[in-house]
């Protein structure tokens, strides 16, 4: 008998479970050897081995043990298990797509605000750094001008005017020209004005058939001081015999409309 | 292609359990009710006859068809008939049951696997339903030696091995593995003769 046959034999043992351990473990080498036949006559010993189960009589169990059985599945019946699930008719990809672009989509509306805040933050910023330098400007030259003011005051070559008032109740103010530098008006005490109207300076042209050159409109300050900068004259000082001001509207007035309240020679 | 004409049914060209399995794949609890009361007097009868205690097979047949429940998809029905595989699952685990109450050490770990693997019926049984099939292995085994079909018992029924079974019987081993194989060459033969 060849060794095949041996085998062959066998299967019916292997299928019963009546193979003792060395024939069991040879047997099975075998098949894990690759012998087809082999493997289908176990295959067919082994249905042939479960046909010996209708020996044993029939036998009915207890209907507690069906009782039992059906409340079990019933129970895990209402549970959807895994592999019985039915498959979504979205795929998991699709469902990914939207979870990505829901994220992408608040990420950019968060982001967006963060921006916006952003941007608002820095308008403020800008806004109060323009403001900043505005008064910064404003102080500079303000600096600028009581420098010049003050140079013009204190430079010997200046020539000082005094512009006497019309009025007796009324102060006199006083004048310093520099050819180079300009021309600064002070005074003390000088009444508030009433309304919107102004001061205004007017150049005296020594030709007598010039009319009078409008220079800057100013007011005096709470306490009655008054100082105030004219740093380009419209008319060279040897040219101007006098000068005078005028109270005007707001804004000054081309030509003079009211008497001069302060008057004084350029000499 | 056995499979498909094993049993005539109501279910056209698949057989009725395997419709029934069908279901019990969609959690078809009216489809489990109907294998159990299918088969559940063959299995409960096949572990009562090996543990031969009722409280312990009705233990093993609950699991059994809890298993059926839970792992129905693990039954190929390419690979051999239900019942087939029912039966040899109820085997293994009333032979597990019987050998841990005996304290023996477990000899054939491929025959306690959880499920039972792959049983090819033969084409003569493709006409055969349960009940005939169970009257002619009756028929069958009642046929031979008393001690030819006492050995075959003590295998099936005991998980007794070629030496344990020629030691029960008092017989030489030759004699004991002679008388299985050709006991079981004969159901074969007389399955196949009846056909």
């Known amino acids: 008998m060849s060794d095949l046959d041996q085998f062959r034999q066998m299967a019916e043992a292997h299928a019963l479970g009546a193979l003792d351990a060395e024939e069991r473990a040879a047997f099975e080498a075998h098949l894990a050897a690759g012998c087809s036949g082999c493997d289908k006559a176990l295959a067919e010993a082994r249905w042939l081995v479960s046909q010996l189960a209708y020996l044993a009589p029939e036998t009915a ?39 990505a672009l829901l994220i992408l989509a608040l990420y950019s509306t968060w982001n967006t605000r963060q921006l916006s805040g952003e941007v608002k933050r820095l308008q403020e910023q ?23 003011m003050r140079a013009i005051l204190t430079n010997p070559e200046s020539t000082k005017i005094m512009l006497m008032p019309s009025k007796k109740d009324m102060p006199s103010l006083e004048a310093k020209w520099h050819s180079q530098l300009g021309l600064v008006v002070t005074g003390y005490e000088v009444p508030k004005l009433s309304g919107n109207r102004v001061l205004q300076l007017w150049l005296i042209p020594k030709d007598s058939k010039a ?25 060279a000082m040897p040219e101007v015999k006098a000068l005078a001001i005028t109270e005007e509207p707001a804004g000054g007035s081309e030509q003079p409309t009211s008497a001069p309240i302060w008057v004084g020679a350029v000499s | 292609m056995f499979l498909a004409a094993l049993t ?16 019990l794949l969609q959690r078809d609890v009216r489809a489990f009710e109907e294998l159990y009361d299918r088969h559940s007097r063959a299995v409960y009868g096949l572990v009562l006859r090996i543990l031969q205690q009722a ?24 690979r051999g008939p239900f019942v ?3 039966f040899t699952l109820a085997r293994n685990r ?35 339903d349960e009940k005939r099939c169970a009257a002619r292995v009756r028929a069958l085994m009642a046929s031979l030696a008393p001690q030819q079909k006492r050995a075959i018992e003590l295998a099936y029924f005991e998980g007794l091995s070629h030496t344990e079974i020629a030691a029960a019987l008092r017989e030489p081993l030759g004699t004991v593995k002679s008388w299985i194989r050709n006991g079981l060459l004969r159901l074969k033969e007389g399955m196949q003769a009846t056909t």
């Open chain 1, 61 to 99: 169990p207890s209907q507690a043990l069906k009782d039992r059985l059906m409340r079990s599945v019933g129970a895990e019946s209402r549970v959807v298990p895994i592999t019985a699930a039915k498959k979504s008719a979205i795929p998991f990809w699709l469902w990914a797509g939207v979870a």
């Open chain 1, 126 to 148: 800008a806004t109060a750094e323009n403001q900043k330098r505005e008064k910064l400007e404003q102080e500079l030259a303000a600096s600028r001008q009581e420098a010049q």
């Open chain 1, 211 to 235: 009319k009078p050159m409008p220079s800057i409109t100013f007011w005096p300050e709470r306490d009655g001081k008054l100082a105030k900068l004219v740093a380009n004259p419209e008319e």
């Open chain 2, 8 to 23: 005539s049914g109501d279910y056209g060209t698949v057989p009725p359990d395997v419709a029934l399995v069908h279901r």
């Open chain 2, 55 to 78: 409280g312990s097979a009705e233990e093993v047949v609950q699991d059994v068809f809890l298993q059926l429940w839970r792992n129905a998809g693990r039954y190929d029905e390419t």
């Open chain 2, 84 to 86: 087939s595989w029912l």
């Open chain 2, 94 to 128: 009333a032979l597990d049951t019987l050998r841990l109450k005996s304290e023996r050490q477990r000899r054939r770990e491929d025959q306690t696997e959880e499920f039972p693997p792959v049983a090819v019926a033969p084409e003569y049984e493709k006409d055969l």
